[in-house]
Each structure stands twice: as C-alpha cells, then as structure tokens.
C-alpha cells in the first residue's frame, strides 16, 4: 500500500457532487421509475451512450466557448476527450450514423448522468442526472404536442398539477421575425436569444447591465425589454408582419389544441421572453417553471431541425427536452411530495433460530427463500432470540419464521406479523412448497 | 453556431466505449434488473456516489502508480480530480463519514458506471458497469458467504449453472503463511499476490518472463510455481504450520458449508493461484470463471479489512465483490443466454382514425389511456387506415383501438388483436371507463 499520509480534509465527495446513501438513492431510483414508466407508456425507447466523446462533439455544436464548462482530458493516444454535458450531441452522432435503418418518427428517451464545470449553487450542480426525450423524423406538431405531454403527464404523476407549474411556450421563427421587422439582422438574432435567455433569471437592473455588456445599445435593450412584455399570443400576432411567423402562429394554436384533447392544456402559457439559451433551437421552444418562478426552469427543450445535419447525418426535423433531477428534486422536497424511503426496503422475511440446532435449518431456508425471489435475512450471529427480534425489526422486516424445538420435534415452524404482531404455526414442508403462500411474494 | 468543419471521422464514439441503440439498453436494462432484484432479496441496499473523485483518493488506496489507469482532470480551482474506476473509495469515504450512524452489518450494494483508461480488448472496455456487493461491520464468514451467495444466486438466475462457471475461492491469509515459511518476507507478499493474479491470464512462457522482469529470482519463480499447482485444500494444510492460516481453513471449510446450505454449494472449488491483484485484500479472496477458463474473470472480490480505516474510519471488517458487464455480458451472448429484445418495447395499443372526423377523439383517446398507465401510440400522419394498421404493427403494437364512423354514429370502437387477428366491437363509454380491461395493463 502506498506511504502518502492524506489529510482528513481530502476525503469528501469533490463539490457540487452529491452521495447518495441509500435513503437517498430510494428517491433518486423512485425518480427513475417515473421518468421511465411514463417515457415507455407515451411509446418512446429508452437509448444511452459514452459518459465521455471526443471534445469535437460538443464545439461544433456549441463553439468553443463551451470548452470552459466542460470536464475535459485527453487519453493516452492524447486525443481530446470531455465528459458529457449534456446527451444531444452523442443523440444526433447515433442518429446519424444510422438513419436509414431507424423507422419514423424515431421516439428515444435516455437519463444520462452528465456534468458540468460550473459554479454550484442552489438547484445548479456539476454532476447530475437528466432526463431527455426526443422525437426525430417528424416536422408534425403533433411531435411536440407529444414532447410536452410527455413532460406534463410525468410533472401529474409525481403531484405536480398546473396549480403548480407550468409551460411556457414560444417560437424562435416568431421572435426571430418581429426582430427583423425592427431592423435587427438575422446574424444577430442567435445573441439577441441568449440576453433574452437570462430575463427571468436575473433582477431587472441586473439585467439591463448584462445587456449592455453584450455589445447591445440602449435601442436594442429597449426593443428587447418590450418583445419581452408583450402579454400574449394575440398581442404578439398583431405586430408581426412575416408569413413564415404566420404559419408559426398557426403551429402554435395547432399545439394548444392537441395538449387540450390529451388533457394536459391547463399547463399551458404563451411567454413573448421565452427563447432558450442554446444556438441551435429552430422553432417552438418551451421551459417549465414554478408558478411564480421561485426556482430555475425544471425543464426546456424545443424544435432542433438542423443538428442532426450539423452531425453529417440527413436533413432530419427533430423535437426534444431536457429535465434535470436537481431543480426538480429541490421542489418536490418544498412541496413535501417526496416518497418516505425509510425501511421501504425491509425484507420480506426474517429468519430466526431459537434453538441452536436450527441454525443449518435456517441457513437452508433463508437460502430457499431468496431463491425463490423472496426477500429474506437473517442474523450473522447465533444469539438470543429476542435479539434476532430486535434485529428485525431495525431492518424492517414485515414477517419473523422462528425456527425451534419444534421444528425440529414435530416440523413446525412459527410465522409472526412483524406489523400487526399475529402469529400463527405453520407445517415446514408446506411452507417449503409455497412460502409466498405464506409471507408474500 | 461554431464555423468549425470538423472532419466525419471525429463524429464517432470514443474507443472503448459503448452507443446503446435501443435493443442494447433493453438487453442492459435486463441485467440492471436482475442486479437490482438479486441484491435486494439478498438484504443489501442501494447506494451511489459522485462520478468523479479528488484524485487522492485513488492514491491512497493504490499508490501513485494508478494514475496512469484513471482519466484525470482539473477543475476550475485546478484541484486534481479523476473519474472513479471503481467504487470501492468512494464506497469506504462515505461508510467512514458515518460509520456511527449506520447499523451493522452494513449491506449495500451499487451499479457504478466506472471508466478506466485501459487499452481496448475483448472482455475490457474503458468504460463499464460494475455491480458490487458489499457487508461492512462483521468478520462473520457468514458475511463472506452471503456476498458470494448473493452473486451465485445472480449467476443462477440468468442461467448461469455450476456446470458453466464456478466461484474459484482462497484466502491471502493462507498464502501468506506458506510464502513467509519458505522464507519470503511479509513486505515482499503484496508483489507476489500481483504476479500470481496474472497466472491465469498468461501463457505459461510469457507468466515465466513477467515474473522474471518484476524483480523475483528463478528460485522465487519455482515456489510461486508449486504454490500456484497446490491441487486443493487438504494439500494445503498438510503444507502450512502456522496457527493463524489453520484458523483461515476453518474459515474457508465454514464458507464451504454456509453455500452447501445456502443451496450453492456446486458453485465453488479451492484454487491456490487466486489471490486477487489488488492491494487492499486482507483474507478470503474469489473469482468467478467460466468452466475452462475461456473468458477473463468475470466478478472478483475478497475481505478488505482495513480500508475504511485507512479513509479515516473506525476499524471496521469488509468483504465485498464487482462484477463488470462487459464479460458477463460476452459470455451470455456465447452461451445465448440473453434474452431477445426486439420490439418487446411495443405499445398496448395504437389508436387509429379510421374517419376524417375522429381525429380529436384519438387524441382524447390517447392521452385518457397514457395518463391511465397504459402504453398508447398514435400515427403522426392522417393516413389511410391500411398504413396506419401497417404503422402499428411496426410499433410492434399489441392492440389496435381503431375509431371510425361507427365511433361518430353508434359511440362504438373496434379493438383488434394482433397477435391473433380477432376483432370485437365495444361501447365507447365502457372502454373510457376501465380500458385496462379490454386491452390489458
């Protein structure tokens, strides 16, 4: 073993990462059974892929700028490597490289664990799990409808209803026309997005200083400011003048309508500030917030109909979101809607010898029984059984089979209801046969 | 968006890495699943931890000599960082932060994505999955045997029977006893564990030049041969003296009779050249190999004494194992022991509109049966109904919900079976009221 003596300090988990002891990783798991359940029953296939990709991936997308929020290193080949920041990306690598083959719409969902060399604070971590689903290969509406109904029917499921939150939706197309319409060029409208992108995330004067920072004027800050207050669709649709905006419009009501046939309308909002901060959004974008917006987004996506191109892969309109486990977390806790995890996972059963003969006797049943797919323990010490009791009862277990003289005399055992505390003789044999008869599956 | 060109080849996954397509996540899923369930009737909970670690704490345990293994990087505060290539630190950093807290034993288990920067070859990837089993808290043999019950009971349950792997099983303690008898100092052991963990993974040529070229003489290359052709168990007694190794056969003969009971006993065989390569293995040390030894190990593990203390905890006993998915997943494949994935992921229903005018109505349809758990699809085109039953049965669709004049006129839909092709006729109302009943869960 090596001689380097560490200080104490240096054996914490690094910052903004998280453990998850087991009270914990109950709840992240409850998350992931959600997030799949309801991904499978909206008929999307779950997809992974490498925790790290060549650095390319991600600056041809994103520019070099990204370079300083990503974990990157090289291999021994030094080849330029980063952990994933986001799943997008290795989406449109395995997309491309085998879009003939994959029947549309291509409908994937994934949870990738990614990270993110940022500033921790609060709902913002460097390591995180993210849920993403994705609809490739349909210009329809109907393929965002079904993006955002997806989200909606997870955010019901864990008791999120659209007292709570909702989503607000916008389009680049539209925004992109009502800039143009007031003289600023489309070669700016990507940088236009990204000020706009940090509205609601910054205090007003905050803002108006990070506007200013970017290279615009008081003129374009003004002009940003009132895209920003417009109140609604209708208002928006009264100043813009393009026919592409139009059909734009019509997309829009065409998404309300088919979020109100699947139940989900209620979430629904129009919000003129909504943009998306990421370059390549094409179209319809949306983020999910707290009513009142106390934390960040817990979820945005949007229409990407150019990235899959972006990666040598076919021209392919695409749809999809993103929902970090984070925010969401943070505000399901607020909320209290967070499962209770403690002794949810208690055993089935526990297995107690109250004679010291039994104790082969209970090896052989703790053995049959967790072959048979019952959860079952026992103590690793032969001690008294009033111990073996309380031991049960700390792993919460739901059932005690005591093992004893007469089991060994007449091939009985006894079943106790660690709950309710009933307890009843049982023969051992037919036991053996059938234990989840008796305890449970 | 970045005007970089980057050339097609760099848009490919990383060497050493893995793209899921969705018929790989299933047949991984599959494994998480079997992992997951296995642990859990066995009593061992799920824990996590951060993907990556302060790269000290890699050193600790293995010395500096492991950095050339692991994928490090900086943070921005230019602190050293590395992603973990296994769980074990992180597992042994988070029991000593709150070994008073937790209950012995400890039983957890985890399934860590894990990287290391190896050179690609059958069987070793530079990125993985590792099951691992661990029971901290109890110098109990019986923990040792629960650990190796827990990872035979998985190897049983996807069909792996002691006709085709075996558990190879033996004790550094007893090893260790022989080498210091015949003259080989305590402080030289550790170097000859490592040459003797490459015995089996070496021609016999090439295992004689490697222990040559680590610093050991002919005659050191001659004993560590006759301790590694030591046939079993009983051959090994009659050779050791000393008292604490005679106590370790009695801890190996109890293992051997907890997995007799345990109902795994078949499983296991004594072999003396298994000593695990890694440094912090303090007694019972096992692998488990395909019979014939075609394949790299496919789990390993052993008791690990006196990690947590070196993380700064108390003195706590442990013994554990990893399995990788790679092998695991190799062998399965050989042996076609994997299940078949396609289109087992197809929806319950796929709700067609065989009338202009229920288009609203699927869209209803829909999002009633999806928000009730059940799997629901629909085409994003308003096609003939020929492609949209055509469209279903590529979705790989169990039943058609198909809505057409009927629906409008009578309130009356036709649901098709198509596994079998019957078809029945069913009141609106009654499906919308329970359409689980019709069209199954």
Same mark, same amino acid.
């Given at each position: 073993?090596?001689?380097?003596?560490?200080?104490?300090?240096?054996?914490?988990?690094?910052?903004?990462?998280?453990?998850?002891?087991?009270?914990?990783?109950?709840?992240?798991?409850?998350?992931?059974?959600?997030?799949?359940?309801?991904?499978?029953?909206?008929?999307?296939?779950?997809?992974?892929?490498?925790?790290?990709?060549?650095?390319?991936?991600?600056?041809?997308?994103?520019?070099?700028?990204?370079?300083?929020?990503?974990?990157?290193?090289?291999?021994?080949?030094?080849?330029?490597?980063?952990?994933?920041?986001?799943?997008?990306?290795?989406?449109?690598?395995?997309?491309?490289?085998?879009?003939?083959?994959?029947?549309?719409?291509?409908?994937?969902?994934?949870?990738?664990?990614?990270?993110?060399?940022?500033?921790?604070?609060?709902?913002?971590?460097?390591?995180?799990?993210?849920?993403?689903?994705?609809?490739?290969?349909?210009?329809?509406?109907?393929?965002?409808?079904?993006?955002?109904?997806?989200?909606?029917?997870?955010?019901?499921?864990?008791?999120?209803?659209?007292?709570?939150?909702?989503?607000?939706?916008?389009?680049?197309?539209?925004?992109?026309?009502?800039?143009?319409?007031?003289?600023?060029? @489309? %070669?700016?409208?990507?940088?236009?997005?990204? !000020?706009?992108?940090?509205?609601? #995330?910054? +205090?007003? &004067?905050?803002?108006? /200083?990070?506007?200013?920072?970017?290279?615009?004027?008081?003129?374009?800050?003004?002009?940003?400011?009132?895209?920003?207050?417009? @109140? %609604?669709?209708?208002?928006?649709?009264?100043? !813009?003048?393009?026919?592409?905006? #139009?059909? +734009?419009? &019509?997309?829009?009501? /065409?998404?309300?309508?088919?979020?109100?046939?699947?139940g989900v309308g209620d979430y629904f909002r129009y919000r003129a500030d909504v943009v998306?901060?990421?370059?390549?959004?094409?179209?319809i974008v949306f983020e999910v917030f707290d009513r009142g917006s106390k934390l960040r987004?817990?979820?945005?996506?949007?229409?990407?109909?150019?990235?899959?191109?972006?990666?040598?892969?076919?021209?392919?309109?695409?749809?999809?979101?993103?929902?970090?486990?984070?925010?969401?977390?943070?505000?399901?806790?607020?909320?209290?809607?967070?499962?209770?995890?403690?002794?949810?996972?208690?055993?089935?059963?526990?297995?107690?010898?109250?004679?010291?003969?039994?104790?082969?006797?209970?090896?052989?049943?703790?053995?049959?029984?967790?072959?048979?797919?019952?959860?079952?323990?026992?103590?690793?010490?032969?001690?008294?059984?009033?111990?073996?009791?309380?031991?049960?009862?700390?792993?919460?277990?739901?059932?005690?089979?005591?093992?004893?003289?007469?089991?060994?005399?007449?091939?009985?055992?006894?079943?106790?209801?660690?709950?309710?505390?009933t307890q009843s003789q049982v023969d051992l044999e037919k036991f053996l046969e059938d234990?989840?008869?008796?305890?449970?599956?």
């Open positions: 073993m090596s001689d380097t003596k560490p200080r104490k300090a240096d054996f914490q988990a690094p910052r903004g990462t998280r453990d998850f002891y087991p009270e914990h990783m109950a709840r992240l798991n409850w998350l992931f059974d959600h997030w799949r359940q309801v991904s499978r029953r909206h008929g999307f296939e779950e997809y992974e892929g490498p925790l790290y990709e060549h650095l390319e991936l991600y600056t041809v997308k994103s520019g070099e700028g990204i370079v300083s929020e990503l974990f990157s290193f090289q291999d021994r080949g030094e080849r330029d490597l980063a952990i994933r920041p986001e799943i997008t990306p290795t989406l449109a690598r395995m997309i491309a490289a085998k879009a003939a083959a994959l029947p549309r719409p291509i409908k994937w969902f994934s949870m990738p664990r990614a990270c993110r060399a940022e500033r921790p604070q609060r709902g913002r971590l460097r390591e995180f799990f993210q849920w993403n689903v994705d609809v490739l290969g349909s210009e329809s509406v109907l393929a965002d409808a079904e993006c955002i109904f997806v989200m909606l029917d997870f955010l019901r499921t864990v008791g999120l209803g659209p007292d709570l939150v909702e989503v607000q939706v916008n389009s680049r197309t539209i925004v992109g026309a009502l800039l143009e319409q007031e003289g600023v060029s @489309p %070669d700016r409208h990507e940088r236009v997005f990204t !000020v706009m992108d940090r509205y609601q #995330k910054l +205090e007003p &004067d905050a803002f108006r /200083e990070f506007v200013l920072s970017q290279g615009f004027t008081d003129v374009d800050f003004d002009l940003i400011t009132r895209i920003i207050r417009i @109140p %609604d669709l209708e208002a928006m649709k009264d100043l !813009v003048k393009s026919d592409p905006a #139009k059909c +734009e419009f &019509d997309r829009l009501n /065409e998404l309300k309508g088919y979020l109100d046939h699947f998306r901060g990421l370059a390549y959004y094409t179209g987004a817990i979820a945005g996506g949007g229409r990407y109909d150019n990235l899959i191109r972006l990666f040598n892969g076919p021209d392919m309109p695409a749809v999809g979101f993103g929902m970090g486990d984070p925010v969401l977390m943070e505000l399901l806790a607020d909320l209290k809607l967070l499962p209770e995890t403690d002794g949810a996972q208690g055993p089935q059963v526990f297995v107690i010898d109250a004679d010291a003969e039994m104790f082969q006797t209970a090896l052989e049943m703790v053995g049959r029984l967790r072959m048979r797919g019952i959860a079952a323990e026992m103590s690793y010490k032969r001690q008294a059984v009033g111990k073996q009791f309380k031991q049960a009862a700390s792993r919460c277990a739901r059932t005690a089979v005591v093992l004893g003289r007469e089991t060994r005399e007449q091939k009985l055992l006894t079943i106790k209801n660690l709950d309710d505390g234990p989840a008869a008796f305890v449970g599956g």
